[in-house]
């Protein structure tokens, strides 16, 4: 099956830019989309389709997708931006069609 | 504005089969878009267990197909999961969710934790 590689965590000081790595064969052919939970919450999605943002989500979040790699960046992190964040794919002809990454903890400094 | 909220048994004996329905608000299911269930293991990340299409078609986690059952109800608005043969490895919050064709989750429950114990 499909495997989404994660780092486990990632910090950064306020102001600064976050980027968060989801690693999978060939990922830049499929679609990405990005999930952020804060403690005790669903999750939230952040990014679609690679670099798409939902309607509310602040323009400090982009998302990147290319070879093995996609990104979601966050630029000028704030603390309330420290959360749980998670990469997931769709491939419909997989016998494994959806895929999570295993999940990023953002600590802002 | 879509609501979706998660409903069953929070205590689920080892063996047996645990059942959770997903009442849907603010839209009509018969109407379209994918429905799916998704659990979180207590500390660790999250695990797609399987979708239905309003129509009734079906994708599961191959992990977790043989034991894994979802239906729609159009007329109560609702979808649900059943999980048989379930141990400790089961336990967690499990949470229920609308996606699109692209199968990105827009719309989430707030989440119910189902707990396998004797």
């Known amino acids: 099956s499909y495997v989404l590689t994660q780092p486990p965590s990632v910090s950064v000081a306020p102001g600064k830019t976050a980027r968060i790595t989801c690693g999978g064969n060939n990922i830049g052919s499929k679609s990405v989309h990005w999930y952020q939970q804060k403690p005790g919450q669903a999750p939230v999605l952040v990014i679609y389709y690679d670099s798409d943002r939902p309607s509310g989500i602040p323009e400090r979040f982009s998302g990147s997708n290319s070879g093995n790699t996609a990104t979601l960046t966050i630029s000028r992190v704030e603390a309330g931006d420290e959360a749980d964040y998670y990469c997931?794919?769709?491939?419909?002809?997989?016998?494994?069609?959806?895929?999570f990454g295993g999940g990023t903890k953002l600590t802002v400094l | 504005q879509v609501q979706l909220q998660e409903s069953g048994p929070g205590l689920v004996k080892p063996s047996e089969t645990l059942s959770l329905t997903c009442a849907v608000s603010g839209y009509s299911i018969s109407s379209g878009y994918y429905w799916g269930w998704i659990r979180q293991p207590p500390g660790k990340g999250l695990e797609w267990i399987g979708s239905i299409y309003h129509s009734g078609s079906t994708y599961y986690n191959p992990s977790l197909k043989s034991r894994v059952t979802i239906s729609v109800d159009t007329s109560k608005n609702q979808f649900s999961l059943k999980l048989s043969s379930v141990t400790a490895a089961d336990t967690a919050v499990y949470y229920c969710a609308r996606s699109s064709a692209g199968q990105l989750f827009s719309y989430w429950g707030q989440g119910t934790l189902v707990t396998v114990s004797s």
């Open positions: 997931q794919v769709w491939d419909s002809s997989s016998d494994h069609p959806l895929v």
